[in-house]
Structures are given as structure tokens and as C-alpha cells.
């Protein structure tokens, strides 16, 4: 799971896609996900991660998880 | 000192449906590399171009393209013994026909163009566009030309709805049924005559592509553009450059395989897989041809130092993510201003 390597990522969570002229913007921890996802850590990797510094459900963040990485490769925002 | 350049510029309706003359302008006039004293031909008096004294030096009034080239030339004659033209951007479909016919006797008096030859200008016409593709292996959706309202149920054998109705100049409306196609029909042969296109609906994202050659097979300049915002009428009221390589290959195969001179619009169609397919070839500049001012690829003045026989090697980069936004400006004019273009066909 990687962030195709032409998409422009900002601080604040703004995503382009210079291929199709796409723009989105992410919450915080969408940013933190992506930026995660940037320096291509794997899903578990990422789980662990925001477990570490969010007091969350770990089963929630799973799912919360699966469905955003999902709406991701939907936007072709994913490879 | 730079030596002045005086250009004739046409389509200066800056209006819901612009023309590009206003835009071609401001691209010119940008550009530092000359001094240009532009010169506006215009069709109709409230063209705002006309009224835009700080892009327009002058404005003269010119003969429909529906009048023939004898009537254009005596005109532009005129207009070139008051201003020494050396050069004429035309950016209207219809009127390019006249132009392209009267090259060799403008360049005869000095006045130069930049325009495709007629056999290139008339292979990528909407008419003969499936034809072209299959010519030259671009894809191209399949159309089917009818000549009479009657056909219009035969052609059922051959495509299947929903289809675009499209005109000869402008205009297409999508049809997803006889009863929707049979409207269209009529609607568009009201306005635009006939023969009127029925062509293959393809799905996906349409894409823009501003390109100019240099009429020897060169690319000067390829900037790939998705409407970010569409008018009711289908015009882009903002968009954004994008960056890819598939796009400009397709655009840079189009120059080299037509040899293109001049400006030019691909309209691309991206479907789900990747697959580009030409819609449509407009045979001069887009309405949003100052947005490749503002990435980085001035079309507009990279043609008039072609046109002015400076040799201009092929643009390498483009800023990607660069947007325009049009916007609507009212202007305030004077009824002197408009009684002068009006009554004695000068601004």
C-alpha cells in the first residue's frame, strides 16, 4: 500500500493529484495516516502507531482504518 | 528599442461563451520579448474586446465569414493600408476557411499568418474526425453523419444511445433516446444547419489539450488542462494543468502525424481505463489559452515569433496544478464609443 509517488501531499492534509486535477482534504488524523502511509509504513505498522498516541478502540481503528485506505485506492490516491 | 509589431486579433467576444481574442491579447501582451500595437477585428458591436482600450489599440469592423474571402480581403486591405499589419491571429472556426484561403495574397502584402494548410485544417474536421483517427490510429469514438431528420432512425442500425448530437460549428447534447435524439436534432439544425453528427458516447473525464506547432512536426508547447468548473453551455468557467505523459504523447503523436502550423484544442476523452479518445480537434486556440501564460508555455506569443520567422524550440517544462478562474466584469462604455464601431465600423 503506497501513496502513488506523483501525489502532492501538504502539511495540513491537502491532497492533489496532478494526473486528473483532483484535490481532497483530510482531518488530522486522516493527515497523520497519510503521512504514515508516506513514509511507507504497513498497515499494522500504522495501527500500532496511531494506538500508541490515541486512546482508541483497536478493533474500530481497524475497520476505520480498512475503509479509509479504501476510499484512498478509490481516488486513485493509492497504488 | 524593440521594433513594433502590429497584429490583427478576431474574437474578441469575452463573453459566457468567449471567443479567445481576448485572451490570445493578454498572452501577447505579457510577453517582453516585443512591443505589439493590437489591432481588433470584430463581427458584432458589443463585443466587450472592442471596449478593452488597454488590450485593443483599434478596432475595425469585418464582413461575415458567410460573405466569401473577395469581401474580407477588399476589407482587411483597407484596414492594412491605416495600420501596416504584419500579422492576422484569426480564432474563430468559421472564419478560418477565409483566412487559410487568403494566405498567399496577405503574405503578398506583407501581412503573415500562422495557420494550418487547408487539407491539414480540413482532415480534422468533426465530419471527417473517425475517418482521421482510423488514418492515423488515434482512437476516435464512431460517428455517423446525417444530412436529413429521416436518417436519424436508420442510423439506430449503427449506434446505439445514448449518443452525441452534435453541430457542424458548436453545440452537442447528449441523447439517450429517438424522441431525445429527434429534438436535438431540430434544435441544433435550427441554429447551426446541416449536416448534423451523431457520435458514439464515450464515458470517462474530458480533458483539454492547448498544443501549437511549428508546421514542420514540431510540439512547440502541449499543456493538458480538466475543467474544474463547466457552464451551462459547456465551457470550462475555471480548470487546472495537469501533469500527464500519456496526454501530451497523444498530443505531441496529433503535431508530428499532422504536421500542424499553428494553435490547436484536442478534446480528450479519458475513459476508466486509461484510454484516451479524440472527441474533437479545434483547429485554433482555446476560450483558456492565457492559463498556458500562466504554466509557463506562452502559446500565444511563442506563434507570433513563429509567424514573425524566429525559429522556437519546444517548451520542456509546465507548472502542473496552475488553475483559472473566468469571472464576469461589467465594463462601462459610452454610447460614442459604440456609435463609432456601429455606425462608421471603427474603434
Known sequence: ?79 | MKKQIVIAVTALNAIDSPGPGVAVIRAIRDCKDFDVKIIGLSYEALEPGLYMHDLVDKTYQIPYPSGGTDSLYARLLYIHEQEKLDLIIPNFDAELYNFIKLRDKLNELGIRTFLPELNQFEARDKMKLFEFGQKHGFLVPEDKILHELRELKKMEDDLEYPIVVKGKFYDAVIARSYDQAEKAFLKIMAKWGLPIIMQEFIKGTEINIAALGDGEGNAISIIPMRKLYITDKGKAWAGITLEDDKLVELARKFIETTRWRGGCELEVMLTDDGKPYIMEVNPRFPAWIYLTAGAGQNQPASLVKMAMGEKVEPFKTYEVGKIFIRYAWDLITDIKEFQLISGNGEL
Request: negative net charge.
Open chain 1, 1 to 79: 500500500m503506497r501513496i502513488r509517488k506523483n501525489i502532492a501531499v501538504s502539511d495540513e492534509g491537502f491532497l492533489f493529484n496532478p494526473a486528473t486535477g483532483d484535490s481532497f482534504s483530510t482531518n488530522g488524523i486522516g493527515s497523520e495516516i497519510i503521512s504514515l502511509l508516506k513514509q511507507d509504513k504497513s498497515t499494522s505498522e500504522i495501527i500500532e502507531e496511531i494506538s500508541k498516541n490515541y486512546d482508541v478502540d483497536r478493533l474500530l481503528l481497524e475497520r476505520d482504518l480498512e475503509e479509509f485506505t479504501g476510499l484512498l485506492k478509490d481516488y486513485s490516491i493509492l497504488e
